[in-house]
């Protein structure tokens, strides 16, 4: 995408995924699509070809997803992934979170927000969706969505 | 059955880091099984191949890499990429041929080089390829195999101890293989002194990834009787099913499962439908069962396996695991060979050796990892992209 259309909040940071979530200081989201026909929920996007079997829609409407949900499963990566993960110097382990929300019937996976272990998490507990810092890169800070367990 | 066909040869290149072309694996695992069938190259009349993307473009066209190597004879070729099921996705191409009559006798053949570390994706901004954000995202393979793990302890209550005792049986099996890279048995100290990777899972609970290579001569029942061997070890069922919407499982590389929100989906577990095909193809029940060659991408995937080719309820493999059923001699030995724990992952030829193990085991040649009595064995993987198989071989 070209500088001109690229979105910042009033930070001046910017999604390092363009369009996958909003960037509302208050009550993130992530932005995925549904089927108008079935109710499908598509994350990311979808807005080609609905893939339930059952339905060979091709009317979608963008939507934000669920900004809370329950831990579905947790783990962690104390390793350093391969790029295109931008890692800090030196590498810092991260806590990841499979999230169930329950409108939409689906998993979506996310880091947990800065300084989650996974001795802080169960299987059921409640989460939400925060944004924090992937990168920092010459253009500012990038986003991304993480999941944050709730008090 | 008439659509039984028959293994005439098996053949492996013991798995490792050798670093060669994985050309020269696949053709030794040919002339070894080539050997073992009695059947000579220039009567092969199908080569089908397990597909590589990590060897350039012989890896693409890894059946006319093969046949090349092995002297061009004239033969059909065929190469499958189906990521972990490629093997089992070549063997079904010749099974198909031979079934049609349109062949009599068939190699199959798959054979991997691989990288350290981390399987990475392709490089650029590719925000539209799964695979890609997953990473952007610190998502590896590892992540996935912790998160199905932790999920089993906090709901079946599975501990890090159920794990260990799987590795350390694993390592027992694969101690004496000659086709296995680690041949060494673990302690519960070697792991525990090993590296915490994705929570619950240490390095030693994780597959690696390897060289190796694996080949299969299969023929018609007909050709099997008249070259004397009818009663060679049969395939009797070949699943490669994809997927039913809506997943019920995070499955690699996906950030997010499919929605189950629609009228009349549930979310469905893509493992389990890919035994039942292969159970129903071949008219056999779990209970018929005497051992299976499962994925164990990580100790705990292979109770996961166990409950999803229904060798037991859901969530009761670690009772098994602990009362020492699935280790050779017990009931239901699983991963005689020392599956991926021994072996790590040579993507395309991981299917093939897994039906190499249950012909050495049905055949009785099994040596020290021998099952008794072996007379019904299940194969079954699982790979990216609603890639999976399953066969099934019987005596």
């Given at each position: 995408?070209?500088?001109?259309?690229?979105?910042?909040?009033?930070?001046?940071?910017?999604?390092?995924?363009?369009g996958?979530?909003?960037?509302?200081?208050?009550?993130?989201?992530?932005?995925?699509?549904?089927?108008?026909r079935?109710?499908?929920?598509?994350?990311?996007?979808?807005?080609?070809?609905?893939?339930?079997?059952?339905?060979?829609?091709?009317?979608?409407?963008?939507?934000?997803?669920?900004?809370?949900?329950?831990?579905?499963?947790?783990?962690?990566?104390?390793?350093?992934?391969?790029?295109?993960?931008?890692?800090?110097?030196?590498?810092e382990?991260?806590?990841?979170?499979?999230?169930?929300l329950?409108?939409?019937?689906?998993?979506?996976?996310?880091?947990?927000?800065?300084?989650?272990?996974?001795?802080?998490?169960?299987?059921?507990?409640?989460?939400?969706?925060?944004?924090?810092?992937?990168?920092?890169?010459?253009?500012?800070?990038?986003?991304v969505?993480?999941?944050?367990?709730?008090? | 059955?008439?659509?039984?066909?028959?293994?005439?040869?098996?053949?492996?290149?013991?798995?490792?880091?050798?670093?060669?072309?994985?050309?020269?694996?696949?053709?030794?695992?040919?002339?070894?099984?080539?050997?073992?069938?009695?059947?000579?190259?220039?009567?092969?009349?199908?080569?089908?191949?397990?597909?590589?993307?990590r060897?350039?473009?012989?890896g693409?066209?890894?059946?006319?890499?093969?046949?090349?190597?092995?002297?061009?004879?004239?033969?059909e070729?065929?190469?499958?990429?189906?990521?972990?099921?490629?093997?089992?996705?070549?063997?079904a191409?010749?099974?198909?041929?031979?079934?049609?009559?349109?062949?009599?006798?068939?190699?199959?053949?798959?054979?991997?080089?691989?990288?350290?570390?981390?399987?990475?994706?392709?490089?650029?901004?590719?925000?539209?390829?799964?695979?890609?954000?997953?990473?952007?995202?610190?998502?590896?393979?590892?992540?996935?195999?912790?998160?199905?793990?932790?999920?089993r302890?906090?709901?079946?209550?599975?501990?890090?101890?159920?794990?260990?005792?799987?590795?350390?049986?694993?390592?027992?099996?694969?101690?004496?293989?000659?086709?296995?890279?680690?041949?060494?048995?673990?302690?519960?100290?070697?792991?525990?002194?090993?590296?915490?990777?994705?929570?619950?899972?240490?390095?030693?609970?994780?597959?690696?990834?390897?060289?190796?290579?694996?080949?299969?001569?299969?023929?018609?029942?007909?050709?099997?009787?008249?070259?004397?061997?009818?009663?060679?070890?049969?395939?009797?069922?070949?699943?490669?099913?994809?997927?039913?919407?809506?997943?019920?499982?995070?499955?690699?590389?996906?950030?997010?499962?499919?929605?189950?929100?629609?009228?009349?989906?549930?979310p469905?577990?893509?493992?389990?439908?890919?035994?039942?095909?292969?159970?129903?193809?071949?008219?056999?029940?779990?209970?018929?069962?005497?051992?299976?060659?499962?994925?164990?991408?990580?100790?705990?995937?292979?109770?996961?396996?166990?409950?999803?080719?229904?060798?037991?309820?859901?969530?009761?493999?670690?009772?098994?695991?602990?009362?020492?059923?699935?280790?050779?001699?017990?009931?239901?030995?699983?991963?005689?060979?020392?599956?991926?724990?021994?072996?790590?992952?040579?993507?395309?030829?991981?299917?093939?050796?897994?039906?190499?193990?249950?012909?050495?085991?049905?055949?009785?040649?099994?040596?020290?990892?021998?099952?008794?009595?072996a007379?019904?064995?299940?194969?079954?993987?699982?790979?990216?992209?609603?890639?999976?198989?399953?066969?099934?071989?019987?005596r």
């Amino acid at each position: 995408m070209s500088e001109d259309t690229r979105l910042t909040n009033a930070a001046g940071q910017s999604a390092a995924l363009e369009g996958w979530y909003t960037l509302d200081d208050d009550s993130p989201a992530l932005i995925g699509t549904r089927c108008t026909r079935c109710s499908t929920y598509y994350f990311p996007k979808m807005s080609r070809f609905c893939r339930n079997p059952d339905c060979d829609s091709e009317e979608f409407e963008e939507i934000e997803l669920s900004r809370e949900g329950t831990v579905w499963s947790y783990t962690d990566a104390n390793y350093q992934p391969p790029e295109p993960y931008v890692s800090p110097e030196p590498f810092e382990p991260f806590a990841i979170i499979g999230v169930q929300l329950e409108k939409e019937q689906m998993i979506v996976l996310g880091q947990a927000a800065r300084g989650i272990t996974v001795s802080d998490l169960r299987v059921g507990m409640d989460v939400e969706l925060v944004l924090e810092t992937l990168y920092t890169d010459d253009d500012g800070d990038k986003l991304v969505w993480r999941w944050q367990p709730k008090q | 059955m008439s659509d039984d066909i028959a293994i005439l040869g098996v053949g492996m290149h013991p798995w490792g880091k050798w670093g060669k072309n994985f050309v020269e694996y696949g053709v030794k695992a040919a002339r070894d099984a080539l050997a073992d069938s009695g059947v000579d190259w220039k009567d092969i009349q199908f080569v089908s191949g397990g597909g590589t993307v990590r060897c350039g473009y012989p890896g693409y066209v890894a059946g006319a890499t093969f046949a090349q190597a092995l002297g061009w004879n004239g033969a059909e070729v065929n190469t499958s990429y189906a990521a972990c099921a490629s093997g089992s996705q070549a063997l079904a191409a010749a099974r198909h041929k031979i079934l049609s009559g349109a062949c009599e006798v068939a190699l199959v053949v798959g054979a991997d080089t691989t990288p350290k570390g981390f399987l990475a994706p392709a490089k650029g901004y590719r925000p539209d390829d799964p695979d890609w954000v997953r990473f952007l995202v610190g998502i590896t393979n590892p992540t996935y195999f912790g998160l199905y793990a932790r999920r089993r302890m906090d709901l079946y209550g599975d501990t890090e101890d159920d794990f260990n005792i799987i590795k350390i049986k694993n390592s027992k099996h694969g101690f004496t293989n000659p086709n296995a890279r680690y041949k060494k048995i673990f302690t519960e100290e070697d792991i525990a002194k090993s590296p915490m990777v994705a929570d619950p899972l240490r390095l030693l609970h994780i597959t690696a990834t390897s060289d190796g290579g694996a080949a299969l001569i299969v023929s018609s029942m007909d050709y099997a009787k008249r070259i004397g061997k009818a009663d060679a070890v049969k395939v009797a069922a070949i699943s490669t099913s994809t997927p039913t919407f809506a997943s019920g499982n995070v499955e690699m590389p996906d950030i997010a499962t499919d929605s189950a929100a629609a009228a009349g989906v549930s979310p469905i577990s893509y493992r389990s439908t890919i035994a039942l095909k292969a159970y129903e193809e071949a008219g056999i029940s779990p209970k018929d069962v005497s051992l299976a060659e499962v994925y164990d991408l990580s100790c705990a995937l292979e109770m996961d396996w166990m409950e999803d080719l229904r060798l037991c309820e859901e969530g009761e493999a670690a009772h098994l695991v602990r009362a020492g059923d699935t280790k050779v001699g017990g009931r239901l030995p699983v991963n005689a060979s020392g599956g991926l724990s021994c072996f790590g992952e040579a993507v395309p030829a991981q299917a093939i050796a897994q039906v190499c193990e249950l012909t050495w085991q049905l055949r009785g040649t099994a040596g020290e990892r021998q099952v008794e009595g072996a007379k019904v064995g299940i194969t079954a993987n699982q790979g990216l992209f609603g890639h999976g198989s399953s066969v099934i071989v019987k005596r």
